[in-house]
């Protein structure tokens, strides 16, 4: 084994780990037999994904079955077709190390600098623990940057060999990448084991997830024929061979390519075959040998003694090998370096072990790997783990670096329960983990847990730990259990108050409120709880309808200590939006502004409290306030700044919407519902649907909006409301107005305490005067006008404004409407307004005028009529449509072009105007050839790039 190779390094250590297309070349018995259908299947998918965006591939078989060399082949074909490609292999190591194996993939790429060593720095960041808690999101920001620049140049093929061995935390960032950019051309093509009953879970969830947002494709892949195996055994033997001796090894491998192969190389050793000719055949009867496919594969590694088989062993323990571990390898197998050398050379030479693309050294299969490691036997096996850990520890000792996950790994396998040293090193790493890698760092706990004596004082550390690392990793139900026990042990202090907090947020958000009520009310109950569980505790009071309640415990709350600038963000952050939920909407930018005051100095205390300040704002439709502090938040974000950006995206949805950029909305709702969903950020996912369903029902896309309309109601009493708001709009607009009618008066069944109670009101309003129902109208006015007395919202001002106008036909209410939609920037509001003046006042026709090329703008085409009618009445000019692409695409055409650059797929579009998926694929190949693009990424910049409709 000479020195000098290469290798790939990850924060402080090395790994190696193949690239696919060159393990394709080094592959002994090219070339690929049996196997063209599974490829071009394969192949046929992934090409699909230029055209229609994201493209998952699964491959899946039995261990030996060829997967690998199929998916290298692939990767191989795809490559020589101008495709970027990013492999890699996963296996057991690297599940047990962050972010390991997509680190290995993205330098496998070698393309796009630098964006690609920035991403890498953040994965080597989170992998030493030196991260900071907004990392995850910067890792996830930095991979899409990478996949969609380099997607801008060439389809990206991603191709992981043993999905199933991927960390838990790579599964996480990738769900949330890909869903990402789904309409990119981008295709994830994996391999794994048949059956899947011992899947990796966040494996399969992975897959489940993106089978959402893209074309899944699974090819499994059967047995191969005799004549097949035939053809792979040839090289083995030296010559082709005749259908008999096929025919025998096929019987014996049960058509499997690696046994056959194996069982080969044992009958040539075992000279149990003969050159007939220019033929291969037995020179026994078939009866006469016992031989297995485990027998073959004992055969190939038996052979191995002495030094050979002992260092096989020790290989087998580590599973991949570097040069700068030799020694390590070597004081592990007791033996002397030169020694482990020349038994090294010995398994290279018998091809036992062979050297991958990035420099280090693996075992030809995972097959022969699991066999020796297998052989090996239980205690041995704890044994050789335990030495590799032991002079793990003492080159820490001698302070040498040493990967603490690595480390981690090997005193899992071998310490025993009440091991103080490897729980105190699964802690360490646990904590290096929990900001970065959640999943580890929860797996690591269990571990711990596992090993630790149940008296031990440590249990409530590791209890808590694990409680907020399920909780940071979007599993808040998993959480809960951990969290109890946490709770049961933990003395009161702060460990005590963050397990309560991350406790009560994770019952919050499975929707399990009486139990996160029980616990706020116990640490309430106790008089050390911190002023956060007080502010949850408010906020749970109003979700469960005691909302008077909610504000004495709110003035409370304002009055307690906090212990940190951070406390006082989060707390005053959570009372912003407790505020606005009670329509307290000056206390709200005071709440916001106090958050901001406390984080001065902390750039990520800073962006906290503008972007939590921001979406509570936009929501409120209080829209110049939320922009200037969505404008200072991603000034921070540009500087280098980190996270929450879900509140971030939500907050700009909410005000393209509110200041009528409806078409730049609905180009991120789809996006930023799936980044939403991946993230498990449930109330923001529920206002983009709320936001998205509104929309679409005032342009009259009912078929489109009808996926939202089902959608189940949202558990918030603020994003209820707002769904509700939105879908009577729906309703009616169906032409249900009964039905529309009862889902608001549900709404608003409290109409000084209702989330959006003006909104739904007016809402009201517009419905009984739509139907003649005057007397019923100006009744609702009247609860309307009461309702919105002390409200100072400028949505609100306009919806009691606008509504006085309707029902009374009061052209001065309706200017006040104008002008405070104008002066609070909701442009749609304005337009209404403008409308409704327009149709009582025939002096208002500027503002009719205005009115109609707003409507017409926003794709509102209803009201956009209703005003050109109006117009026409008056004998003025209506303002001329004009397409977006007039002279380029017909009306169908330019609809479905219009849908794809919403990030709609196929089958979406198709169901939407109802026709078939095939004549959507037959349009897009016109609107390409027009526009002369070749994807959808492609087409949506074209779009843009020829404007908006005027």
């Known amino acids: ?35 063209e259908p599974e490829l071009a299947e394969v192949l046929e998918a992934v090409e699909r994904a230029p055209a229609i965006g994201l493209v998952v591939v699964v491959v899946s078989g039995e261990p030996g079955i060829g997967k690998s060399r199929l998916l290298a082949e692939a990767a191989g074909t795809l490559g020589d077709r101008g495709w970027s490609v990013f492999g890699t292999a996963a296996d057991e190591l690297q599940r047990r190390i962050p972010y390991a194996a997509l680190a290995a993939a993205i330098r496998a790429g ?173 020179t026994v009867a078939p009866d006469a040998i016992r031989l297995t496919r485990h027998d073959a594969l004992l055969r190939r590694v038996a052979p ?45 030479r018998i091809q036992l072990v062979v050297r991958d693309s990035e420099g280090g050294y693996r075992f030809s299969h995972a097959l022969v790997a699991e066999a020796l490691y297998e052989e090996i036997g239980p205690a041995q096996r704890r044994q050789l783990h335990g030495l590799i850990a032991a002079r793990q520890l003492d080159d820490r000792a001698r302070g040498l670096p040493v990967d603490v996950h690595a480390l981690a790994w090997h005193l899992s396998e071998s310490a025993e329960r009440g091991d103080e040293v490897a729980v105190g090193v699964l802690l360490e790493a646990a904590n290096l983990a929990r900001t970065g890698a959640p999943e580890t760092a929860a797996s690591l706990c269990t571990r711990a847990l596992e090993l630790l004596p149940e008296s031990s004082e440590r249990r409530a550390e590791l209890l808590a730990l694990r409680c907020r690392a399920l909780a940071r990793a979007s599993r808040p139900a998993a959480a809960v259990e ?113 958050a901001l005051r406390a984080s001065a100095g902390s750039p990520a205390l800073e962006l906290q409290a503008l972007a939590v300040g921001a979406l509570n704002g936009a929501l409120a439709g209080l829209v110049h306030d939320a922009a200037w ?86 558990l918030s009493p603020n994003m209820s409301s707002l769904h509700a708001i939105a879908r009577a709009n729906y309703v009616s607009a169906r032409g249900d107005v009964d039905e529309a009618r009862e889902l608001i008066e549900r709404a608003v069944d409290d109409p000084v305490m209702a989330a959006y109670g003006c909104i739904l009101l007016g809402r009201l309003v517009d419905l009984e005067v739509s139907e003649g129902r005057l007397d019923r109208a100006a009744s609702t006015l009247k609860t309307l006008v009461d309702v919105a007395t002390d409200r100072v919202s400028p949505w609100s001002i306009t919806t009691l404004q606008r509504s006085i106008g309707l029902v009374r036909e009061d052209a001065g209410a309706l200017r006040r409407a104008v002008e405070a939609a104008g002066a609070g920037g909701l442009e749609f509001e304005k337009a209404r307004a403008q409308l409704t003046l327009g149709e009582l006042d025939p002096s208002a026709e500027v503002g009719l005028t205005e009115a109609y090329v707003t409507f017409q703008r926003l794709g509102a085409n209803g009201l956009r009529r209703r005003a050109g009618s109006r117009l026409r009445e008056l004998g003025a000019r209506v303002p001329r449509v004009r397409s977006r692409a007039a002279g380029l695409l017909t009306e169908t055409e330019e609809q479905v072009a219009r849908l794809v650059q919403q990030g709609m797929r196929n089958r979406d579009i198709a169901a939407a105007l109802h026709y078939s998926p095939r004549t959507i694929e037959v349009y897009l190949s016109r609107i390409y050839g027009k526009l002369h693009v070749s994807s959808r990424l492609e087409l949506a910049r074209a779009l843009d790039a020829l404007g908006h409709p005027s």
Request: a negative charge; one cysteine or more.
């Open 1 to 35: 084994m000479r020195p000098g190779a290469a290798h790939a390094r990850q924060g402080g250590r090395v790994i190696a780990v193949p690239s696919l297309p060159e393990v394709r070349a080094g592959l002994p018995g090219a070339p690929l037999v049996g196997r």
């Open 110 to 282: 070698h393309a796009a600098e630098p964006l690609r060593q920035e991403t890498l720095d953040v994965l080597d960041l989170i992998a030493a623990g030196t991260a900071a808690d907004t990392q995850f999101g910067r890792a996830c920001e930095a991979t899409a940057r990478l996949l969609t620049t380099v997607s801008a140049q060439h389809p990206i093929a991603l191709a992981i060999d043993d999905l199933d061995q991927l960390d838990d935390d790579s599964a996480a960032l990738l769900t949330v990448v890909l869903r990402r950019i789904s309409a990119a051309p981008v295709a994830l093509i994996g391999t794994v084991r048949a059956p899947r009953t011992g899947q990796n879970p966040a494996t399969g969830e992975m897959l489940e997830r993106l089978a959402e947002y893209a074309e899944a494709v699974d090819v499994e892949l059967a047995p191969l024929s005799g004549d097949q195996l035939g053809e792979i055994i040839a090289p083995v033997l030296g010559t082709p061979v005749d259908s008999d001796l096929a025919r025998e090894v096929h019987r014996r491998a049960d058509g499997n390519p690696f046994f056959a192969t194996e069982i080969a190389r044992s009958l040539r050793e075992l000279q149990l075959v003969t050159v007939d000719g220019d033929r291969a055949r037995l």
């Open 304 to 348: 191995l003694v002495g030094d050979v088989r002992t260092v096989a062993q020790a290989v087998s323990v580590f599973r991949r090998v570097r040069l700068d571990q030799i020694g390590l390898l070597a004081r592990v197998a007791s033996l002397p370096e030169p020694a482990v050398v020349a038994a090294f050379d010995e398994l290279l």
């Open 482 to 594: 951990p969290g109890r026990a946490a709770l049961a042990l933990v003395s009161p202090g702060i460990e005590r108050s963050r397990t309560a907090t991350t406790l009560i947020s994770s019952l919050f958000a499975v929707g399990r409120l009486d139990e996160a009520m029980d616990v706020a009310n116990a640490e309430v109950g106790t008089g050390h709880a911190t002023a956060t569980v007080h502010a949850q505790r408010a906020m749970l009071l109003v979700f469960t309808n005691r909302h008077r309640e909610a504000l004495a415990e709110l003035d409370s709350t304002e009055a307690l200590p906090m212990s940190s600038p951070a406390e006082e963000v989060v707390v005053f952050g959570q009372l912003a939006m407790l505020t606005s939920m009670l329509h307290r909407h000056d206390k709200t930018v005071e709440h916001a502004n106090r």
């Open 629 to 714: 502090r969505l404008r200072h938040a991603e000034e921070l974000v540009a500087g280098g700044g980190h996270g929450f950006r879900g509140e971030i995206l939500v907050t700009k949805l909410a005000l393209d919407w509110l200041c009528g950029r409806w078409d730049t909305a609905l180009d991120g709702l789809g996006r930023a519902a799936v980044e939403l969903d991946a993230r498990e950020e449930v109330m923001l996912r529920d206002a983009v649907l709320a936001i998205e369903l509104e929309i679409r029902t005032w342009r009259g896309e009912l078929d489109l909006a009808a996926r939202l309309a089902t959608a189940p109601p949202p």
